[in-house]
């Protein structure tokens, strides 16, 4: 019966592991499967979470410190009586109880400016995490689209493979009735066997992207992935007219997860240059306590020990006062911690800067890389039907015996390497729109 049970059990498994392979995946599809299940975003989520906890102990500083104490001492020759106050020479044991708060009152702001700091570094964690998350998007999208480039180009390669058999089959009727040599057997054959290579390395080309796809995405159990385009992705609607880098920057600049978690980070810096500049000021605390304990020389007239509930009743004493202490010397380590802190401050707010130059850059490449499209999508349309009307010419004139199979092979080429051209720039083109409709604020990816 257990055997029974795992062989259900395994074939199970096979059944929806290749029922995940068959399934057809949408971008959004494989982009949320891809942030369920990518492992190394789990670091960021953890590092999110540890900073959240050291922002929720930096307020619980701010709670008065209580600590409880109790110790059992045995006492072996020359000792001091607790109860006389004299050295006395004999063994006895004595163990106390006591318990003892304080709370600052003042530390220089030390307490509220780390509260603040680790505050504004949970937040930069928080958008680091949605930064990665942005960037594992852009990975699947890349990947995603790469299969549907390579799908195109093995579909233009299986056309060429179907030209090159209906010109093998007409080569051999001709031959038959004589109105071609034999020698033109080979050109024919030549241009087949060149068209079948195409195909396979092509169909190579595509099993390689659909891998990277599938490790984008962790899937597991599965070589293989079929994709379907979304409807959004099959509209050609071009924004009308030349994009401004400077109007494209200004949105990114306001939202991008990036340039918000540098901002709280240097944030974060100036108010640690707060903590470190509280140690140059006096602190003051204020304390309260009680204790009590049992001595075993706490004897009455007759020599008998005190019994435990009257001597830790008796013995109890309580405490409290108020502690200042004033830095004077340090050997100028305090100073130099804030210097070092300043330090920071100025690192990040350079990183800032350098976040912002970097984005600027990228935003101008983009724009510039879209205004180029424009051109260059219609251009490319223009040449692959040109392309495509010399290629059926020749076609037709080879079908005649007015040229030979070299004339159709480059005519052939040329049409093909237009037909890989113009699906190349429409895919570009479809990236560079999304990247930068991302940029501009617009919801490419369905992410929280």
Not at 32 to 43: F, G, H, P, T, V
Not at 158 to 184: C, F
Not at 220 to 236: F, H, L, P, R
Request: charged share 20%; net charge neutral; with cysteine.
């Amino acid at each position: 019966m257990i055997h029974f049970l795992r062989l259900l059990l395994f074939i199970f498994l096979l059944w929806s592991t290749s029922l995940m392979a068959q399934k057809p995946w949408t971008l959004d599809e494989c982009i949320s499967y891809a942030l369920e299940n990518n492992l190394q975003l789990n670091n960021f989520e953890y590092n999110n979470l540890s900073n959240k906890e050291s922002y929720r102990q930096s307020v619980r500083n701010l709670l008065p410190v209580l600590n409880a104490n109790s110790d059992y001492t045995i006492n072996s020759g020359r000792a001091e009586d607790p109860n006389t106050g004299t050295f006395v020479v004999q063994d006895f044991f004595s163990n106390s109880y006591s318990l003892q708060s304080n709370i600052d009152l003042f530390r220089g702001f030390q307490k509220i400016n780390s509260i603040k700091a680790s505050k504004l570094l949970y937040s930069a964690t928080k958008e680091e995490v949605l930064q990665q998350k942005y960037l594992l998007a852009f990975r699947v999208m890349q990947a995603f689209n790469n299969i549907r480039f390579f799908e195109g180009l093995v579909a233009i390669a299986k056309e060429q493979l179907e030209v090159s058999r209906t010109n093998y089959r007409l080569v051999e009727k001709q031959i038959e009735l004589g109105l071609m040599a034999g020698a033109d057997m080979y050109g024919a054959q030549s241009l087949l066997l060149a068209d079948e290579l195409n195909l396979t390395q092509s169909e190579n080309q595509l099993a390689a992207a659909k891998l990277t796809l599938i490790q984008e995405m962790n899937l597991k159990n599965t070589s293989d992935i079929q994709i379907i385009t979304d409807m959004g992705q099959e509209a050609e609607a071009q924004v009308s007219g030349a994009m401004e880098s400077d109007s494209v920057y200004e949105k990114a600049r306001d939202f991008l997860p990036l340039i918000k978690a540098q901002e709280f980070r240097a944030q974060a810096a100036k108010k640690q240059v707060g903590v470190a500049r509280g140690n140059l000021y006096p602190s003051l605390s204020l304390f309260a306590g009680i204790g009590t304990g049992y001595f075993e020389t706490f004897q009455d007239s007759l020599g008998n020990t005190f019994p435990f509930r009257q001597q830790f009743r008796d013995n109890t004493s309580r405490f409290y006062g108020i502690s200042l202490s004033v830095p004077i010397s340090n050997g100028w380590s305090a100073r130099s911690r804030v210097k070092q802190a300043k330090i920071e401050k100025l690192r990040q707010e350079n990183n800032l800067e350098v976040q912002e130059q970097v984005l600027f850059q990228t935003i101008q490449q983009l724009v510039q890389e879209y205004n180029s499209l424009l051109v260059e999508m219609e251009q490319s349309q223009q040449n692959m039907e040109a392309q495509r009307l010399s290629f059926t010419i020749a076609q037709k004139r080879y079908e005649k015996g007015m040229i030979n199979a070299i004339e159709l092979f480059t005519a052939k080429n040329l049409f093909a390497s237009a037909q890989n051209e113009n699906l190349q720039v429409r895919l570009r083109s479809e990236i560079n729109r999304s990247t930068l409709d991302f940029y501009r604020g617009l919801p490419v990816f369905a992410i929280n």
